[in-house]
Nanobody
Framework: QVQLVESGGGLVQPGGSLRLSCAAAGFTFSDYTMSWVRQAPGKGLEWVSDIQRGGRTSYADSVKDRFIISRDNAKRMLYLQMNSLKPEDTAVYYC?????RGQGTQVTVSS
């Protein structure tokens, strides 16, 4: 059974940084592309970034050059370093393996 547990969200001022973490269990983590997706209030799900099993990364244009995705296969962990945060980054952030998501962690960017 796939289990994904996100942490690290919170309230941050514009221009600030946060690092999200996702602990994975129940599958061979190193074999899968892993993703971060987010859902802003009143909006649909938005893909943010993913990292392939070999480490190749991709980013949505809205976060490119500000966010960095990484993974530690030995620890079965996925990370998202978020820098230069903007109010429009406010959302619930989910770790995902395919269509399976965790419970999410809230990120609020506000002064």
């Amino acid at each position: 059974q796939v289990q994904l547990v996100e942490s690290g969200g919170g309230l941050v001022q514009p221009g600030g940084s946060l690092r999200l973490s996702c602990a994975a269990a129940g599958f061979t983590f190193s074999d899968y592309t892993m993703s971060w997706v987010r859902q802003a209030p009143g909006k649909g799900l938005e893909w943010v970034s993913d990292i392939q099993r070999g480490g190749r990364t991709s980013y949505a244009d809205s976060v490119k050059d500000r966010f960095i995705i990484s993974r530690d296969n030995a620890k079965r962990m996925l990370y998202l370093q978020m820098n230069s945060l903007k109010p429009e980054d406010t959302a619930v952030y989910y770790c995902a393996q395919g269509t399976i998501r965790g419970q999410g962690t809230q990120v609020t960017v506000s002064s």
